[in-house]
T-cell receptor, first 117, second 111 residues
């Protein structure tokens, strides 16, 4: 079965550079979520989208922005990268609200490991 | 104080042991509850949902006590393959999902 696809798997950037992470949800999933997991930390919620509109916002820095496109894929844009941005970035997808327990099942991609040097 | 708190771990247990993890959450309006499993630097994977009536899936049993805002996971007959980090997860958003993760409890099962 198709899963959540994230690209790239690994990304190395210098301080103050920009980065774009991509996420392709499971087919028919219209909701995507972004999480950041630092070394030895738990995943922290950044932002989510439902039907191409932002549905919730967590601890996403102002230097980051994200959007969901008409084909439901999402991109996380990160600018003025800092050393502390080095982390695993997970994308997850689910069915939209109103579908009972199915709406609550999030499926995670394998993540993008971002290293800022 | 973190919104979701878990036993710090690590738990080192022999194969065949029974091990229990505990978790508390601070938001009394939390909607639903889950246990996720995460292997080293891999994506979290849903292990099971947690219901007030308690639910069991093979060797795994989860319990929820809404009055005490407490969630537990019991693993019986531990296998080597159970070694992982177990994340207690709370869904706070009404309508849209907003999963809040605990810091995780590491389990190491040894022969």
């Amino acid at each position: 079965a198709a899963g959540v696809i994230q690209s790239p798997r690994h990304l190395i950037k210098e301080k103050r550079e920009t980065a774009t992470l991509k996420c392709y949800p499971i087919p028919r999933h219209d909701t995507v979520y972004w999480y950041q997991q630092g070394p030895g930390q738990d995943p922290q919620f950044l932002i989510s989208f439902y039907e191409k509109m932002q549905s919730d916002k967590g601890s996403i820095p102002d230097r980051f922005s994200a959007q969901q496109f008409s084909d439901y894929h999402s991109e996380l844009n990160m600018s003025s990268l800092e050393l502390g941005d080095s982390a695993l970035y997970f994308c997850a997808s689910s069915l939209g609200p109103g579908q009972g327990a199915l709406s609550e099942k999030l499926f995670f991609g394998s993540g993008t490991q971002l290293s800022v040097l | 104080r973190k919104e979701v708190e878990q036993d710090p771990g690590p738990f080192n247990v022999p194969e065949g042991a029974t091990v229990a993890f505990n978790c508390t959450y601070s938001n009394s309006a939390s909607q639903s509850f889950f246990w996720y499993r995460q292997d080293c630097r891999k994506e979290p994977k849903l292990l099971m949902s947690v219901y007030s009536s308690g639910n069991e899936d093979g060797r795994f049993t989860a319990q929820l006590n809404r009055a005490s805002q407490y969630i537990s996971l019991l693993i019986r007959d531990s296998k080597l393959s159970d070694s992982a980090t177990y994340l207690c997860v709370v869904n706070n958003a009404g309508g849209y999902n907003k999963l809040i993760f605990g810091a995780g409890t590491r389990l190491a099962v040894h022969p």
